[in-house]
T-cell receptor, first 114, second 112 residues
Framework: DAGVIQSPRHEVTEMGQEVTLRCKPISGHDYLFWYRQTMMRGLELLIYFNNNVPIDDSGMPEDRFSAKMPNASFSTLKIQPSEPRDSAVYFCASSFVEGWNEQFFGPGTRLTVL | DQQVKQNSPSLSVQEGRISILNCDYT??????FLWYKKYPAEGPTFLISISSIKDKNEDGRFTVFLNKSAKHLSLHIVPSQPGDSAVYFCAATSQGAQKLVFGQGTRLTINP
């Protein structure tokens, strides 16, 4: 299995631009999570899906952030418009229903907003 | 409010000695705890976990201790090896819930 796949690995953009991050979870996993890692706050959960349905988006910082999961093998996290404070590493993770909450993470997307 | 806290941003240990990473939590509903390890440019990977019905779980060189009354857990690595140099995240959840709450991470450096 290829594991969780994220693209792009690095993204540099200018303030005000739209950014779209992509994730392909491990096949057969029912849960998909989007996290943001910063020095100050560590790993923060932004949103998670169960069977493609958003369950908890309480971690999404603002209306500028949105996430979708149109099917079991693909999810996007969009920031529009982007701001310098959005610069961080964004991780996608997936898990089984009975996986004792062990989540499998992708390699992350490092986002820099200038 | 940070429900899971790792108060030491970094830790440096001599190779062969014991590394002890600490984690505190505030939510008494948490009953399952995990440690993840993260190398640069990679995603976190699961290391070891413990349920609240236990106070210790051991896996090779890694042992996690849980003190429920103090709402504190620790990860012991013995002996420490250079390949253990990484960022370690503590995480907590409630059984049946899929949501993990992570701490800020501790960067462990093992010196030769």
């Amino acid at each position: 299995d290829a594991g969780v796949i994220q693209s792009p690995r690095h993204e540099v953009t200018e303030m005000g631009q739209e950014v779209t991050l992509r994730c392909k979870p491990i096949s057969g996993h029912d849960y998909l999570f989007w996290y943001r890692q910063t020095m100050m706050r560590g790993l923060e959960l932004l949103i998670y899906f169960n069977n493609n349905v958003p369950i908890d988006d309480s971690g999404m910082p603002e209306d500028r952030f949105s996430a979708k999961m149109p099917n079991a093998s693909f999810s996007t996290l969009k920031i529009q418009p982007s701001e310098p404070r959005d610069s961080a590493v964004y991780f996608c993770a997936s898990s089984f229903v009975e996986g004792w909450n062990e989540q499998f993470f992708g390699p992350g997307t490092r986002l820099t907003v200038l | 409010d940070q429900q899971v806290k790792q108060n030491s941003p970094s830790l440096s240990v001599q190779e062969g000695r014991i590394s002890i990473l600490n984690c505190d939590y505030t939510n008494s509903m948490f009953d399952y705890f995990l440690w993840y390890k993260k190398y640069p440019a990679e995603g976190p990977t699961f290391l070891i976990s413990i349920s609240s019905i236990k106070d210790k779980n051991e896996d090779g060189r890694f042992t996690v201790f849980l003190n429920k009354s103090a709402k504190h857990l620790s990860l012991h690595i013995v002996p420490s090896q250079p390949g253990d140099s990484a960022v370690y995240f503590c995480a907590a959840t409630s059984q049946g819930a899929q949501k993990l709450v992570f701490g800020q991470g501790t960067r462990l450096t093992i010196n030769p």
